[in-house]
Nanobody, 122 residues
């Protein structure tokens, strides 16, 4: 599966952005989907994941209550709604797909998309 993230941009602190990740292929609904981010000089960190049906989600603690992951299997797309953004949320956000592993923290992320830059100004 090929993934392409979009929707990043520059936003003021407290603002919102909605990221999208479009997937190619007809097997999108068989993948667990996730969002990750990497800030300059830092390691990549997990943001959120959603299971095949969209019925189960999992978030990193620092994103709970502010970010919402969702998916539309008919559109082969996963979303990340980000609210109450903070300057420390500034990073390149990437989406990933997994078919193997243990939900939610041990998924094997086999496929990655190019990231989209999110910049939050103070």
């Amino acid at each position: 599966v090929q993934l392409q993230a979009s929707g990043g941009g520059l936003v003021q602190a407290g603002g919102s952005l909605r990221l999208s990740c479009a997937a190619s292929g007809r097997t999108f609904s068989s993948y667990v989907m996730g969002w990750f981010r990497q800030a300059p000089g830092k390691e990549r960190e997990f943001v959120a994941a959603i299971n095949w049906t969209g019925g189960r989600t999992y978030y990193a603690d620092s994103m709970k209550g502010r970010f919402t992951i969702s998916r539309d299997n008919a559109k082969n797309t996963v979303y990340l709604q980000m609210n109450s953004l903070k300057p420390e949320d500034t990073a390149v956000y990437s989406c990933a797909a997994a078919r193997r592993g243990t939900w939610p923290t041990s998924m094997l992320w086999d496929f990655w998309g190019q990231g989209t830059q999110v910049t939050v100004s103070s």
